[in-house]
């Protein structure tokens, strides 16, 4: 775990990601010249996660409880909303054009990977004993955009852009419930892997020689494999007494959004260089990439023996970002 965490520190360290170098806002002496303009930086954010995986789904608790009698459902935390809070990086290189009309992107982003556990006690009626609950999660994403710039003003400048995304996202929850001799173990895992066309508009209004306002918006829809595995299991000291496994894998097309909104200050460190920094705050939406854990517990519904399909849910990740880059003429 240590040497992973020291590599993703120095990828970190090392990656380079575009940096808005719009057409009009390049310094006034680079808007006339013919050579082209390489950006590079490096983006670190701290990310805020949510998975969406409990929609309420009438019987799916009472019939859990049914089946292990006692307020643990209700309080377990498998069936609660899962979020989590990790630090991330964010990896580009742009080059514009010499027209300084045209450019090409490349994005990377990474949460680095992160586990959370917690413990506490559960004390009812028919239930009296402790749950233990370990998160683990990873997100990846990628795009390449080609880019067009449209010529407004020296003060306002606009981006339209079109390429291909891609995502990688995975969940795992472990829980384990407690109570005497009885033991009731239930482990939720989610798998998505998608890649699909993306369109991206951008902006950047001038406050004054070095300071500007940008944005982005970007729109996306990925196609790819989407697995979700659940395995519920009840012990006891004489052994296993049951255990119900779900399995559902299968194509599908996940429509999103992401963008940033931010404050870009750029510096002349030579007549062909220029550094600069942004602070913001950007985020992404991934609509039905996920699977909702509930239905993989319906199992339990009817006929214990019986696998049900899964439904579609979200996830989506915000936070705010500081990213230092360079520019070269």
Avoid at 79 to 103: C, K, M, V
Avoid at 176 to 194: P, R
Avoid at 285 to 293: G, H, I, V
Avoid at 296 to 318: A, K, P
Wanted: aromatic letters at 14%; a negative charge.
């Amino acid at each position: 775990m240590l040497n992973k965490w020291l590599v993703n520190s120095a990828v970190m360290a090392i990656a380079i990601c575009s940096a808005p170098a719009f057409a009009n806002l390049l310094p006034e002496e680079w808007q006339g010249s013919d050579s082209g303009v390489l950006s590079i930086s490096g983006e670190g954010q701290y990310f805020m996660q949510s998975y969406n995986l409990l929609d309420v789904n009438e019987g799916v608790v009472d019939n859990f409880q049914d089946f292990f009698p006692g307020n643990v459902a209700e309080q377990y935390p498998l069936f609660n909303h899962q979020t989590n809070d990790s630090w991330g990086y964010r990896a580009n290189i742009g080059y514009l054009f010499p027209s300084h009309e045209w450019d090409i992107r490349g994005t990377y982003t990474q949460i680095l990977d992160s586990s959370s556990t917690q413990s506490f006690s559960i004390a009812a009626a028919d239930f009296s004993g402790s749950v233990d609950q370990k998160n683990i999660y990873d997100f990846q994403a990628a795009d390449i955009t080609v880019g067009f710039f449209f010529p407004f003003a020296d003060w306002f400048d606009l981006r339209v852009g079109a390429g291909i995304a891609f995502a990688d996202i995975k969940q795992k929850s472990t829980n384990t419930a407690v109570a005497g001799s009885e033991v009731i173990k239930s482990t939720f895992e989610n798998k998505y892997l998608g890649v699909g066309p993306k369109v991206a508009l951008e902006a950047a209004f001038a406050i004054s020689q070095n300071l500007s306002v940008v944005g982005d918006l970007g729109l996306f829809g990925l196609w790819g494999p989407s697995k979700a595995t659940t395995s519920l299991l009840e012990a006891s000291p004489v052994g296993l007494d049951n255990e119900f496994p779900n399995v559902e894998d299968n194509s599908q097309f996940s429509p999103g959004v992401d963008g940033k909104l931010a404050l870009h200050y750029a510096h002349l460190m030579t007549d062909n260089s220029r550094w600069n920094i942004e602070l913001g705050y950007r985020g992404a939406y991934y609509s039905d990439a996920l699977q909702n854990e509930a239905d993989g517990f319906d199992v339990l519904r009817n006929d214990i023996s019986h696998s049900v399909d899964f439904s579609n849910t979200d996830y989506y990740n915000s936070g705010p970002y500081l990213s230092i880059g360079f520019e070269f003429m």
